[in-house]
């Protein structure tokens, strides 16, 4: 599967886009996560197969005393609660995806989505990558298996090498390193496979 490319999503094989298709076989909850403003909410809207849940509010003057906008000035608006959607992939696999705020002041709620999920794409912003420390250090504290996407704003830096964003996260060599445009369904749905791939591989043998 790690060789699938975005155009053999099965997105309609005995479904009507609402419905689970036919081919159903394995239903997998993935968290999208990542810190405040990486796109998370973009890339699960880029790719559900069903209108996707938001759970977006507009940022306050209260808010900002709180959430730190440095980066993403521009944002209006932020998850208070979950995002949601669903895409369906080769083999009968059906992912739902489960979006976190990502405020520090929602970590208990962060906790609470993560309960039954299998696995974590934590999207990164390469203008801000310590940000992106706290949620790496929750996902890591739960035991998931994970993969992490960079997210290609346009202003993002273009210089670092695959080997230097490895090590300012200090991510161990077995962990995929992806780049993605969350507003690109293909691009989106490249990054799930590498993470779905890298669940497989992990799997006991007996299992796969």
């Known amino acids: 599967m790690a060789s699938a490319t975005s155009s053999t999503v099965d997105t309609a094989a005995g479904g009507d886009g609402i ?53 993403v000035r521009d944002k209006s608006t932020t998850t208070v609660a979950i995002d949601f959607g669903r895409i369906s992939l080769p083999g009968g696999i059906v992912l739902y995806l489960f979006g976190t705020p990502g405020q520090e002041r929602f970590r208990s709620l962060w906790e609470d989505i993560a309960h039954g999920a299998l696995g974590a794409l934590v999207l990164v912003d ?37 080997e230097q964003l490895r090590a300012a996260l200090d991510l161990e060599p077995t962990i995929p390193m ?31």
């Open 126 to 162: 390469a203008r801000r990558i310590d940000a992106s420390f706290d949620v790496l250090g929750l996902v890591e504290e739960t035991g998931l298996p994970y993969a992490v996407a960079f997210n290609t704003f346009p202003d993002a830096p273009r210089h670092h090498t695959p």
């Open 178 to 208: 992806v780049t993605c445009d969350a507003r690109e369904a293909d691009s989106s749905i490249d990054s799930l496979l590498a993470l779905v791939q890298h669940l497989i591989d992990h799997r006991p043998a007996e299992h796969r």
């Open 19 to 71: 419905h689970l298709p036919d081919t159903a076989r394995d239903l997998v909850k993935i968290l999208v996560t990542g810190a405040f403003g990486v796109g998370k909410t973009t890339l699960i809207g880029s790719v559900s197969e069903i209108r996707p849940l938001h759970t977006e509010e507009r940022l306050t003057e209260a808010s900002a005393q709180v959430d730190d906008l440095a980066g």
